[in-house]
């Protein structure tokens, strides 16, 4: 009973991610600027670096080298969120896939379903047994389908 609770959660699921995350895909956030987001908001503000360092109990040193971590890429989600919160701004962090994540997990079936098939195929010919393309499409498509309604640790 769990396993099927589970897999209906899962097929809810899907559905309404891609929906959030399509529109995501559509309306892409803008390029963050060379200086970063944290010095631009900051310059902007007229703020110096003191003054934001005073509100976080920090030097002026460190916020000079979080922004330049944050220009680099290389500062922390925590040290991002303290300085947006310093500034009155808002973080907001997304993970958008490239593709609708139906079309992931079928992308992934099929592979794993001829990952699966190869060795099989492979000896098949070996032997001088080949099945004709359509055939092994078929037989490609079905696998596909059946690990995709199974659980979906099977697709990693």
Known sequence: ????MNKKFLSLQLPQMDS???????TPPPSPPNKGWVKVIRE???MSASALA?????????ILKLEKAEAEEKITLASL????????????????PRKPL??????????????RLQPISHSMSLENQEVDKSATDKQLEL????ILNGPRRNLW
Do not use: F
Request: aromatic share 2%; charged share 30%.
């Open 143 to 146: 696998l596909a389908k059946e």
């Open 44 to 46: 902007s503000l007229g």
């Open 102 to 115: 139906e079309e992931i997990l079928e992308l992934r079936a099929l592979k794993v379903a001829r990952e």
């Open 54 to 62: 005073r509100q976080l109990g920090v030097t002026p040193h460190s």
């Open 20 to 26: 959030t995350l399509t529109k995501l895909r559509v």
């Open 1 to 4: 009973m769990v396993i099927n």
């Open 81 to 96: 969120k303290k300085l947006a919160n310093a500034l009155d701004c808002e973080l907001q962090y997304t993970l958008v």
